[in-house]
């Protein structure tokens, strides 16, 4: 049994963080170790106390992370852009669902529905946005940021995705930005897979042999972990991507994941093992068993994996590209027009450049994260001509 947790002290601090640790303590006594992904859930995903159901900022500079919507509101811009485009591709259809799934503060959607209604005014009338959003304290801010397109039906909440498959016509745009990387994972040691269990109260680790399903996931999508390495099995994330898929198969449209992921290839060149973190306070730390309910944890995605649930419900694969080659595409037309239109100063003017830069350079975002790209009922000639595929290598 290896022991995690330094002292008490290390659980001490915030009251909710010491309530969700007790309650996860509970479990482990009732029904014995439990898989990583459950303890992970809990700390996201507690109705009460998990990281992303308490109302405390999380998001920008008052929070733990930036989003690349935080950044400058080109992100959003340059996506109206090219959710209008691929409508136009799509036949130009009288009404087109948007459905964004966890949409956080609503940043993206609300540059996207007021960028769409000044410079796309047909595809703004086309426009039904949909935000998958399951806590209950960011649907309320949700409600509060769109009030003026809530209102009127154009932006719809929905609290779960079921809600959001009701509501979604034959004609469909799927967009998450940072969504997957949120899925709790199972964690495969070396050793064995890990089991949470605890120790004078304080959380540990004990090893059990890897199951049927988490060995056929690494033979067909990851690598073997070797001594003192570990990799992640995210069943969630594949399973959201089957359901995605699910709903994309019966209509016409497309899919945009953004992320931070790898290939199977990558981890069998060496690359994005061991990809577990967890961020507070825009600081990236590995201790993942300290502050239960106050950070955030995550890992990379596995693209390899994704992709092949998507193809398996008949999805077209476009591109798995850099975010920098993405935007980059999406922006040549205009010469990045959507980011400098309100400038009128010259320094206005260099701070959007700078925040732009951070989007699309490879030392900021723009090799950081990557853009998968799928479509349905939709002729891949067609598809190809998107203005975000076109640096793809």
């Given at each position: 049994m290896d022991t995690l947790a330094g002292s008490q002290s290390d659980y001490e601090g915030v009251r909710g963080e010491s309530r969700l640790r007790d309650v996860i303590i509970s479990v482990i006594r009732q029904n014995g170790p439990i898989p990583f992904s459950r303890y992970m859930e809990l700390c996201l995903y507690h109705p009460e106390l998990g990281y992303y159901s308490r109302p405390v900022e999380r998001f920008g500079k008052a929070g733990d992370f930036y989003t690349s919507s935080d950044v400058h509101a080109v992100y959003g811009r340059l996506l109206s852009r090219q959710f209008e485009e691929?409508?136009?591709?799509?036949?130009?259809?009288?009404?087109?669902?948007l459905v964004e799934l966890g949409p956080g503060r609503g940043l993206f959607a609300l540059d996207v529905?007021?960028?769409c209604r000044k410079q796309f005014p047909d595809f703004s009338r086309a426009l039904r946005?949909?935000?998958?959003?399951?806590?209950?304290?960011?649907?309320?801010?949700?409600?509060?940021?769109?009030?003026?397109?809530?209102g009127?039906?154009?932006?719809?909440?929905?609290?779960?995705?079921?809600?959001?498959?009701?509501?979604?016509?034959?004609?469909v745009i799927l967009f998450g930005n940072e969504f997957f990387d949120a899925s709790p994972v199972e964690l495969i040691d070396y050793r064995g897979a890990v089991r949470v269990t605890e120790a004078d109260s304080k959380f540990a680790e004990v090893f059990v042999p890897t199951s049927r399903d988490e060995v056929e996931f690494v033979e067909r999508y990851s690598i073997r972990p070797e001594a003192g390495e570990r990799v992640e099995i995210s069943f969630a994330a594949l399973e959201?991507?089957?359901?995605?898929?699910?709903?994309?198969?019966?209509?016409?449209?497309?899919?945009?994941?953004v992320d931070y992921g790898y290939t199977r290839e990558q981890q069998l060149a060496g690359r994005r093992r061991n990809t577990l973190m967890t961020y507070r306070h825009h600081r990236a730390s590995p201790s993942f068993y300290d502050a239960p309910g106050e950070q955030d944890i995550t890992a990379n995605v596995n693209w390899t994996a994704l992709e092949s649930a998507a193809a398996?419900?008949?999805l077209q694969r476009l591109a798995l590209v850099t975010q920098s080659q993405f935007l980059l595409g999406i922006g040549e037309t205009t010469q990045f027009a959507d980011a400098f239109q309100d400038c009128?100063?010259?320094?206005?003017?260099?701070?959007?450049?700078?925040?732009?830069?951070?989007?699309?350079?490879?030392?900021?975002?723009?090799?950081?994260?990557?853009?998968?790209?799928l479509a349905h009922g939709v002729q891949k000639t067609q598809a190809a001509r998107l203005s975000g595929l076109r640096f793809q290598r």
């Open positions: 691929m409508w136009r591709l799509l036949g130009s259809p009288q009404h087109i669902h529905l007021e960028w946005y949909v935000l998958v959003e399951q806590s209950g304290a960011l649907c309320e801010r949700l409600r509060q940021r769109l009030r003026d397109y809530v009127n039906r154009t932006a719809i909440i929905a609290d779960s995705f079921q809600v959001a498959e009701d509501f979604a016509g034959e004609h959201w991507m089957r359901r995605l898929s699910q709903m994309l198969s019966t209509r016409s449209g497309f899919a945009i994941f398996d419900c008949g009128k100063l010259p320094q206005e003017h260099a701070k959007v450049a700078l925040q732009l830069k951070q989007l699309i350079s490879p030392e900021g975002m723009g090799d950081v994260f990557e853009v998968l790209l």
